[in-house]
């Protein structure tokens, strides 16, 4: 018991786990509140072969129109990190939250007539991303260190939100009109933000640091840590996003599917990814994040690899796609089991909004190159050629080069 309360007082996250069930509330709270934001985030991608249809879109219109709210989710993750550090999630998880409502209710009420006006709103629709870089070090400085790979793969399981969209917004514009599922996930992201301010309290202990925000930002850049793990989520979650926006297209394409059964298969394809990603951060703690990493990297690889010779739909390419699932899911949990270890906890919140850009980032590239690819040669097989010999690469540098930095990191800890 002595030992106990020394540890507690030695380490304020453990304090929060002393204390009883508080630390479980706050990550259920926050995860809420990234599954909530994320299901704002992906309400135009479930929509977007309707859009193409109805406003006569190119195929690579139609993936810029998904696309620009995962870049501007994606970069906004950097300073809204920082200024999590700073604020802290009881403030910021309300302020996204809030915020998020406005372009919502303007692409539902008034602005999906045009390409021009889809493209103004997905771009305020952005921030509702960055709920990443608030969620990570909220949950991050709440749990010790040997519990923070599960705890922060669970927060992670929020991104099931894009699921979420992908089961239900198609089927409400048939039923209700194109109004009624932007006006429910406003009033969602309401409740939330009122909800979020009442219940979420810091970490005991949490202080807020001196420096500005751009010399925080400077020093975050220049630590190895932060882009090694770039580079990684870039890959894991990068192809997570990548597919959960871009998969709908693919299938009705590929394999003629209509738009409510690819869409249907999509949100399989991401209810996979969630279930793995807490599973990758709870392997993580127990064989080794970079283990972990390096085997979800493989799998992405034979799943690619496969999948660009379109194989029949029935087994092989729902074999391929559910293997990149659980492997993208669990690669995405371990990158930040890994940040959870390499990183000072005063800089996770700052580290996280870098690598969550890099990860959304990642997202956003490869619907662009598919769209392009398709059109010019009227074949995805080159796009998932380039996914699989990207991760080949990514396995390596993570086989070499973090792994070093984990043993070196192990080694300065004793």
Do not use: C
Not at 290 to 312: E, K, N, S, Y
Not at 364 to 375: A, C, D, E, I, R
């Amino acid at each position: 018991m002595t030992g106990t309360r020394r540890a507690a007082e030695s380490d304020p996250a453990q304090a929060g786990a002393v204390g009883g069930g508080r630390p479980m509330v706050m990550l259920v709270v926050a995860t809420i509140g990234f599954a909530v934001n994320f299901w704002a985030w992906a309400l135009l991608s479930p929509l977007g072969p309707r859009f193409k249809d109805a406003l006569e879109l190119s195929s690579f219109q139609q993936s810029l129109l998904v696309a620009v709210p995962v870049v501007v989710g994606s970069l906004g993750r950097i300073p809204v990190g920082a200024l999590t550090d700073r604020f802290g999630g009881r403030v910021m998880f309300p302020a996204v939250s809030l915020f998020t409502i406005v372009p919502v209710l303007y692409l539902g009420l008034a602005g999906h007539s045009s390409l021009a006006s889809l493209l103004a709103g997905g771009f305020f629709l952005g921030v509702a991303g960055t709920t990443f870089a608030v969620g990570v070090p909220f949950v991050n400085a709440w749990f010790p260190p040997r519990r923070r790979g599960l705890a922060v793969g669970i927060f992670g399981a929020g991104m099931g939100g894009t699921a979420i969209s992908a089961l239900t917004t198609v089927k409400e514009v048939d039923r209700y009109g194109m109004e009624f599922p932007f006006v429910v996930m406003a009033v969602l992201l309401a409740v939330y933000a009122a909800a979020a301010w009442l219940v979420l309290r810091e970490a005991p202990g949490r202080t807020a640091p001196a420096e500005p925000l751009t010399a925080r930002l400077a020093a975050t850049v220049r630590m190895g840590v932060t882009w090694q793990m770039s580079a990684l989520y870039a890959v894991a979650f990068g192809g997570y996003v990548a597919f959960s926006v871009y998969l709908p297209t693919y299938l009705k394409t590929e394999y003629g599917l209509s738009q409510a059964d690819a869409a249907n298969r999509m949100a399989g394809f991401v209810l996979l990814a969630v279930v793995m990603r807490p599973l990758g951060g709870w392997l993580s703690d127990r064989v080794g994040a970079a283990r972990v990493m390096v085997v979800a990297l493989a799998v992405t690889v034979a799943g690619a690899a496969a999948q660009a010779f379109a194989p029949p739909l029935m087994p092989v390419g729902t074999i391929a796609f559910l293997a990149m699932a659980a492997a993208l899911g669990a690669g995405s949990g371990a990158t930040f089991a890994l940040v959870a270890q390499l990183t000072p906890v005063s800089k996770v919140g700052a580290v996280t909004g870098v690598v969550g850009a890099a990860g959304g980032l990642g997202g956003f590239v490869p619907p662009l190159v598919m769209g392009f690819v398709y059109g010019s040669y009227g074949s995805y097989a080159a796009g998932l050629v380039l996914l699989a010999l990207v991760a080949a690469a990514a396995a390596v540098f993570t086989a070499t080069v973090v792994r070093r930095a984990v043993l070196s990191r192990q080694a300065v800890q004793g």
